[in-house]
C-alpha cells in the first residue's frame, strides 16, 4: 500500500498546511454516513497532493481550518468526481466555497462519456485500471480504521491527477476549455449552496392535481416529517416513508377512521399519529403556505400528439449533443425536460446563455421557446420539425 499520513490531531493539520506550502494541485475525496440519518456524518477526507496522502479522521478533527485555506486558496487546483455532493457538505459544515476546481465526472460528459459516469468506470476506461469498490457501505464511522477501508479511500484520491490530465488534453484538442471551466465554475458560487426550503414539496408529482385543502395538508405533512426527523437525526424516510404520503393525504378527510380503513396505512402509524395528522389536515392556512401554494408549477396533462412532438424535439437534442461528443444528460437532463414539458411557460435557466445554447445552436433553441407551437411534416424520404409561425 502506498505511504500515506492520517491526520487526527490540530497539530497533525498543521504539519499537513507546512509540508504543502506552494503546491498548485490537490485531488480530494470523502465518505460519509448518510443512511438513517437526518445530518449527513462525514467521517472521512482524503486528499492527495504532489507531496504525499492524507486521511482526514473528521470524528476526531472538529476543526479542519487548514484544509479550508488550500480550499479556497484559487492558485490550487482541486480535482474530484462527482464533488458536488462533497462540496454540499463541506460548506454546511464548515461554511467553506472552494475555488479552482475541476471535476472530472463533469469533464468526462464533454468528451463523449455519457452523464453522469462513475468513477470505476471513468477510471477503467480512461486509465485502464480497475477500482475496487468492495467497501462502499462500509461502517466509516467505526474506529480504529481498518487498511482495507484506507486503501479504498485512498484509491478514490490516487487516479484523480492523471486523469484529469488526459481529460484535459481531451478537452483541449476539442476546443472546450471555456465550456468545461464554464460548467466548473458552478460550486464556486454563493448560490449553488442556497436552499429552497419548500423544494421537496413543490417538486412532489401529485401537488399539481390536489385540491387546495389536501395541497396544504400535503405542505404541512412533509414540514411536520422534516421537523420530526431533524429532532431525532432520523431519515425522513424513518420517519414517514414517501409511498405512504399520498394515501395519507387522500384519506385524510375522512378523519381518523378513514385512515384506520385505509390498508395502505399501518396501524402502528395511525395509533401513533392519526390524531396528528388530523390536527394537520384541519388547521387554517397561514401565510407561508399560501406563498407556497402561489408557486405550484401549473402542470397540465399533454395530449398524446403534443407529447409526441415535444419528444421528438428531445431526440433531436440527444442527437445533436451525440455528434458533439457531449452528454445529453449534462446538457439538459431528461428530469428538467419532462418539467418543461409539463410547463410550457416553464423557462430552463441554465439554456438561457453560454455554452449550452452554443452546443444546441439557434434552431432548437428557438423550438425549445416556442414549443407550445411544434409541427411536424413529413414527406416522402424526409422529416422537419418546425415552429408554427
Avoid at 485531488?27 to 467521517?43: H, M, N, P, S, V
Avoid at 454546511?92 to 469533464?107: C, M, R, S, W
Avoid at 395541497?215 to 425522513?236: D, G, T, V
Avoid at 385524510?252 to 394537520?280: P, T, W
Wanted: net charge positive; glycine share 4%.
Amino acid at each position: 500500500m502506498e505511504k500515506y499520513s492520517i491526520l487526527t490531531t490540530t497539530q497533525d493539520l498543521e504539519e499537513f498546511a507546512a509540508a504543502n506550502q506552494g503546491i498548485d494541485w490537490m485531488a480530494i475525496d470523502t465518505e460519509f454516513i448518510g443512511e438513517k440519518r437526518y445530518q449527513t456524518l462525514l467521517c472521512l477526507i482524503q486528499v492527495a497532493t504532489p507531496n504525499g496522502l492524507y486521511i482526514f479522521d473528521i470524528i476526531k478533527l472538529k476543526k479542519i481550518d487548514q484544509l479550508s485555506a488550500f480550499l479556497t486558496d484559487t492558485n490550487i487546483l482541486k480535482i474530484s468526481h462527482a464533488g458536488e455532493n462533497d462540496y454540499r457538505l463541506l460548506h454546511e459544515l464548515y461554511g467553506v466555497i472552494p475555488k479552482n476546481v475541476f471535476d472530472t465526472q463533469i469533464a468526462a460528459g464533454f468528451v463523449g462519456h455519457r452523464y453522469p459516469i462513475s468513477f470505476r468506470a471513468l477510471v477503467q476506461s480512461e486509465l485502464q485500471i480497475r477500482v475496487n469498490k468492495a467497501q462502499t457501505v462500509t461502517d466509516w464511522e467505526k474506529r480504529p480504521i481498518n487498511k482495507k477501508q484506507i486503501k479504498y479511500a485512498l484509491h478514490d484520491v490516487i487516479p484523480l491527477k492523471e486523469l484529469q490530465e488526459k481529460l484535459c488534453k481531451k478537452i483541449k484538442t476539442l476546443g472546450r476549455v471555456e465550456w468545461v471551466k464554464e460548467e466548473m465554475q458552478k460550486v464556486e458560487q454563493v448560490a449553488f449552496y442556497e436552499k429552497d426550503p419548500h423544494r421537496e414539496i413543490l417538486n412532489h408529482s401529485a401537488l399539481p392535481t390536489l385540491g387546495r385543502a389536501e395541497q396544504l395538508f400535503l405542505i404541512r405533512l412533509f414540514q411536520w416529517r422534516q421537523q420530526l426527523a431533524e429532532e431525532r437525526n432520523h431519515s425522513k424516510e424513518m420517519v414517514l416513508a414517501k409511498k405512504y404520503i399520498l394515501p395519507i393525504v387522500k384519506t385524510a378527510h375522512l378523519g381518523k377512521d378513514g385512515l384506520k380503513q385505509n390498508r395502505r396505512i399501518s396501524e402502528r402509524f395511525v395509533k401513533r399519529y392519526g390524531d396528528k395528522m388530523i390536527e394537520l389536515y384541519q388547521q387554517e392556512a397561514n401565510e407561508e403556505e399560501l406563498n407556497i401554494i402561489a408557486r405550484i408549477p401549473n402542470r397540465v396533462m399533454i395530449p398524446p400528439e403534443k407529447d409526441q412532438k415535444l419528444e421528438l424535439l428531445y431526440s433531436f437534442i440527444n442527437y445533436r449533443c451525440l455528434k458533439q461528443k457531449v452528454a445529453s444528460d449534462l446538457v439538459l437532463p431528461r428530469g428538467n425536460f419532462k418539467r418543461m414539458k409539463e410547463d410550457l411557460k416553464l423557462e430552463e435557466e441554465t439554456l438561457k446563455s453560454g455554452w449550452r445554447r452554443e452546443i444546441l445552436g439557434e434552431a432548437i433553441m428557438e423550438s425549445l421557446k416556442h414549443r407550445n407551437r411544434l409541427e411536424v411534416e413529413m414527406e416522402e424520404g424526409s422529416m422537419q420539425l418546425k415552429v408554427n409561425t
